[in-house]
């Protein structure tokens, strides 16, 4: 695959952990400005090198931009992949003095084993792994700070009814959140404590080439504290235009529960 100008940025990133990317990027983010080049095989392994830039430099904004990588690599039920990208986030044109250089790295690497069948299970996934950093603001510091962290996620959907874990255990992130905030980073805040755990719990309510609806309840835990989200989640896609979907692809994962 290949996409170069503006494009959906919707299925392009799905396979990053909320970890690096906060769930709320792909509905106030969703289009990618760059390039965008993925291969992959029948196995479902694949490897990725994207380009997104977010902000052209102007006098009243900063410039700034994404390079990432990703794979995964299949072994029967076993796994290894790698979620990767540095963001740059520069100064204005023309430079403002008072304005300087910052730039954060992130790279998330798992193990793991997955496994599904055709009689309802349609998830099952464990894996372990390290969350890696690097973070400078250059107006503090020329060196970088350097966070590191142990990453869990479990996941699991039976005919419709799901769970979805991401948990942290490590080094305090962040460092310069509350000098740039939202603009520098763009994973979770949660990461600025020493663990973070999200769970997840949903109903699969359709789920079809042409349209998704889920509902659900979220739950953060960190610094001994507890909350909660509740969702609604209906995604369309208009891509599909002039393309005959046959009634067979339209799913009802629930209606399984009833079936003998």
Do not use: C
């Amino acid at each position: 695959m290949f996409r170069a100008g503006a494009f959906p940025r919707e299925d392009l990133l799905d396979n990053y952990s909320t970890l690096l990317f906060k769930d709320s990027i792909r509905y106030f983010r969703p289009v990618m400005h760059g390039v965008f080049v993925k291969v992959n095989n029948d196995n479902n392994d694949f490897f990725n090198v994207w380009l997104d830039w977010t902000g052209y430099g102007s006098e009243s904004m900063r410039e700034s931009f994404f390079v990432g990588v990703s794979g995964l690599k299949r072994k029967n039920v076993f796994f290894a992949e790698m979620q990767s990208y540095l963001y740059h986030y520069a100064n204005t044109t023309p430079t403002t003095e008072s304005l300087h250089v910052s730039e954060q790295f992130q790279m998330n690497l798992s193990l793991g084993a997955s496994h599904s069948n055709q009689i309802g299970l349609d998830t099952l996934m464990f894996s372990i792994g390290g969350l890696l950093g690097l973070e400078r603001d250059r107006a503090e510091s020329s060196s970088f700070t350097k966070p590191i962290g142990l990453t869990i996620r479990f996941n699991a959907e039976y005919k419709g009814l799901g769970t979805d874990n991401t948990a942290y255990f490590g080094d305090k992130r962040m460092s310069f959140y509350n000098n740039h905030g939202d603009n520098l980073y763009w994973e979770t805040p949660f990461l600025q404590g020493s663990s973070y755990i999200q769970s997840k719990w949903y109903v699969q309510l359709i789920r079809s080439p042409r349209a998704n609806a889920q509902v659900g309840i979220n739950m953060h835990i960190t610094e001994k504290e507890l909350m909660f989200q509740q969702t609604i989640t209906l995604s369309i896609n208009i891509n599909k235009h002039g393309e005959k979907q046959r009634q067979s692809e339209s799913i009802f994962p629930l209606m399984r529960l009833f079936k003998q």
